[in-house]
């Protein structure tokens, strides 16, 4: 049973608690010295998706745009290029 746990963990259970506490420490320190709290950085991540969400949208209202706008352009080249080349063959 204590292979696959130290597989799992990437090494033994005592090392690995060592090894987060340790890194829990400098990170807290961190954090402290920035002034960043668990609940800013949640609200941040939750603003983050709500923008992210509400600017998806409208990139995709303007995507019908851009697709009118290209296809203006793209399918009579498309079918000048056909025709010419249906000449050829």
Do not use: C, Q
Request: hydrophobic share 55%; aromatic share 12%; charged share 15%.
């Amino acid at each position: 049973m204590s292979e696959p746990v130290n597989r799992f963990l990437g090494d033994s259970p005592g090392r690995t608690v060592v090894k987060l506490v340790v890194v829990s420490l400098m990170v807290g320190f961190a954090m402290s010295a920035f002034n960043l709290y668990p609940m800013d950085i949640l609200l941040w991540t939750k603003h983050f998706i709500v923008e992210l969400w509400r600017s998806g949208f409208a990139a995709l209202g303007s995507i019908g745009d851009y697709l009118i706008l290209g296809g203006v352009v793209v399918i009579p080249v498309f079918i000048v290029i056909r025709l010419l080349s249906f000449r050829k063959s």
